[in-house]
T-cell receptor, first 115, second 110 residues
């Protein structure tokens, strides 16, 4: 299994500002993913973070709003830019493809409130 | 219509009761996950299965590929089992993307 930590665990931010969320894994992983969970909703994939290349974004999510870095096989960041109250969500990092195809492990999440 | 449907949406039980949460999906899958999300937001992977049945402690997960249906059972439920239980599926190929159900909120009262 993989142990994932995220920073910060929660934050309250003002609209128009940006927040960078960090995801650290205790082992090298092939696939890292960023999800958003809006209040009362299911998880939605934002993007797949690719090591050494640009992230692959899902429909409805763009790099200018959610820039992602993946400098190595154990770390990634997601930035939520120019925030509005609609960005208030839990943001989760997950990893997969370690030892067994299709296994995924999730981080503890970052609870973001935008005022 | 969602590709992954869970039922019930909300479930309240008394401590000790046997609990079943159902998941139906409409696409061909390579694997199905049962996840547990506590109020703090973090998610724990309970099971990943592609056939048959798995058991871990008081939790049992089954899947019927032909019927496109999976169930999560909790025996001798306890208040600490109170959480949101989420079903998620992999549609296969080299794409590791998961499609999630909306979750079932379980409350177990003492």
């Amino acid at each position: 299994s993989a142990v994932i930590s995220q920073k910060p665990s929660r934050d309250i931010c003002q609209r128009g500002t940006s927040l960078t969320i960090q995801c650290q894994v205790d082992s090298q992983v092939t696939m890292m993913f960023w999800y958003r969970q809006q209040p009362g909703q299911s998880l939605t994939l934002i993007a797949t973070a690719n090591q050494g290349s640009e992230a692959t974004y899902e429909s409805g999510f763009v790099i200018d709003k959610f820039p992602i870095s993946r400098p190595n096989l154990t770390f990634s960041t997601l930035t939520v830019s120019n925030m509005s109250p609609e960005d208030s969500s839990i943001y989760l990092c997950s990893v997969g493809g370690t030892y067994i195809t299709y296994e995924q492990y999730f981080g503890p999440g970052t609870r973001l409130t935008v005022t | 219509k969602n590709e992954v449907e869970q039922s019930p949406q909300n479930l309240t039980a008394q401590e000790g009761e046997f609990i079943t949460i159902n998941c139906s999906y409409s696409v061909g899958i390579s694997a199905l996950h049962w996840l547990q999300q506590h109020p703090g937001g973090g998610i724990v992977s309970l099971f990943m299965l592609s056939s048959g049945k798995k058991k871990h402690g008081r939790l049992i997960a089954t899947i019927n590929i032909q019927e496109k249906h999976s169930s999560l059972h909790i025996t001798a439920s306890h208040p600490r089992d109170s959480a949101v239980y989420i079903c998620a599926v992999h549609s296969g190929g080299s794409n590791y993307k998961l499609t999630f159900g909306k979750g079932t909120l379980l409350t177990v009262n003492p």
